[in-house]
């Protein structure tokens, strides 16, 4: 292992198992109902499990839950001040782009503003904060044969504003705007 401040070489001895994801996230809120509202009324999540007025269990598809939100340490507490460590966002996976299309639809219509919208050249994504300023990243992958790879086959990812137009465009699932399981990608 390496020690602080030493750099570990990647290296395919080091590489943890291919089918290991990231299962859920577990966040700290200041207002447990409020955030019901977010996840629940705005994004789309179905609660599973709620322990009164302090934790609560959030999934998509059935799942036992993708997010949890607790009060535990955070009751009526502030937002981290800019300039402090701490998770920068998590990230949601859409299973397609008339899903993401709809969960656009839902933001637009809750009026929660975006913060960002990012054509990565294997993903598209939305970026937003949910009420405790904790960043969140809506998306969905694109095709891995139009991934962008350099001359060498390297991914070769960049960074263009999304159209959110022709994204608005895409025909409505017919579906609510449930993500897709699990969370991803491994931003945290």
Not at 25 to 42: I, Q, S
Not at 56 to 77: D, K, Q, R, V
Not at 153 to 178: F, I, K, V
Request: hydrophobic share 35%.
């Amino acid at each position: 292992m390496a020690r602080q401040g030493e750099e570990r070489q990647a290296g395919k001895e080091s590489e943890i198992d291919s089918r290991v994801r990231i299962g859920h996230v577990h966040l700290k809120v200041a207002n447990l109902a409020r955030a019901l509202d977010f996840y629940c009324g705005v994004l789309g999540f179905a609660l599973r499990q709620r322990l009164g007025d302090s934790a609560a269990f959030l999934s998509a598809g059935g799942y036992h839950h993708h997010i949890a939100i607790n009060t535990w340490e955070s009751l009526n507490g502030s937002q981290p001040a800019p300039g402090t460590t701490g998770l920068y966002h998590h990230a949601i996976l859409y299973p397609s782009r008339p899903a993401l299309a709809d969960a656009l639809r839902r933001l637009v219509s809750a009026g929660i503003p975006l913060e960002g919208a990012s054509d990565h050249g294997v993903s598209e994504s939305l970026y937003l904060s949910d009420p405790d300023g904790n960043g969140v990243e809506l998306y969905c992958d694109k095709p891995k044969d139009v991934w962008p790879r350099s001359p060498g086959g390297e991914l070769a990812m960049y960074t263009r504003p999304l159209d959110l137009q022709a994204l608005l465009g895409e025909p409505s699932t017919g579906q609510s705007a449930e993500p897709s399981a699990p969370l991803g990608p491994k931003d945290l």
